[in-house]
């Protein structure tokens, strides 16, 4: 409740290249912000992005994902996670539950990086700040290829765009070895043991992904024609 609430609706779209032509490039667009700060409930929370959901020209938009910060899908006394509670009160306004966020500060900080620098990340003037925040992000002086982590409303902002970047896109370009760590580090908070079973046996299979398929040395078809 300390820290602003930062969430971002994308979308794909055809955006002007140039001025001079009719030259359209398909990119990603961020078209809608919400930033909240102060003691707001989940179901307040929720109802504000259901009423958000639609594209700048008002045509209403069908949510297919919300990426939600890992840490609050950790259960330490309740039965159930916040992640569980949003994803609830969610449900009722309509939206779908929500998705674990990537523990990858690095990969999608660079993700979005180059996305921008690309051109393929295209963010509209009405998302006032996440183009305020941008700007004021400094790199962390131990981990020169991460965004130093403050306590601001402008981290929070950065924090909730590039889970959304990523949460979309980054699993698509992310190694399946990074995955398995990933995937492996959430399990040991609460079950170790099963960590590392789960991690030998994912290597396992990825290493049997590179192997090779030898024919035998015979095809079947000349063992019946000779038959």
Request: aromatic residues 8%.
């Amino acid at each position: 409740m300390g820290h602003a609430n930062a969430a971002y609706f994308f979308t794909k779209a055809l955006v002007r290249w140039s001025t001079t032509k009719a030259d359209y490039r398909l990119k990603t667009v961020c078209f809608a912000e919400v930033v909240t700060t102060g003691g707001k409930t989940m179901k307040e929370l929720a109802s504000i992005l259901a009423s958000r959901a639609h594209l700048p020209n008002g045509k209403a938009v069908k949510v297919k994902a919300i990426y939600f910060s890992h840490e609050k899908f950790s259960r330490v006394m309740e039965a159930r996670t916040p992640a569980d509670e949003y994803s609830r009160v969610l449900r009722e306004f309509g939206l779908p539950p929500v998705s674990r966020g990537t523990m990858d500060r690095i990969g999608s900080a660079s993700l979005m990086y180059n996305m921008i620098k690309n051109g393929e990340l295209v963010v509209l003037d009405s998302c006032k700040d996440i183009i305020l925040s941008i700007p004021s992000l400094m790199r962390n002086p131990k981990c020169l290829d991460d965004v130093l982590k403050v306590d601001a409303k402008g981290d929070d902002c950065y924090d909730g765009f590039r889970l959304g970047v990523y949460g979309q896109l980054g699993t698509r370009k992310k190694p399946d070895a990074d995955t398995v760590r990933d995937q492996a580090a959430e399990l040991a908070k609460t079950d170790p043991f099963a960590a590392h079973f789960y991690k030998l046996k994912k290597e396992a299979e990825l290493k049997n992904k590179t192997l090779c398929f030898k024919p035998p040395e015979q095809p079947v078809w000349v063992g019946k024609q000779q038959q």
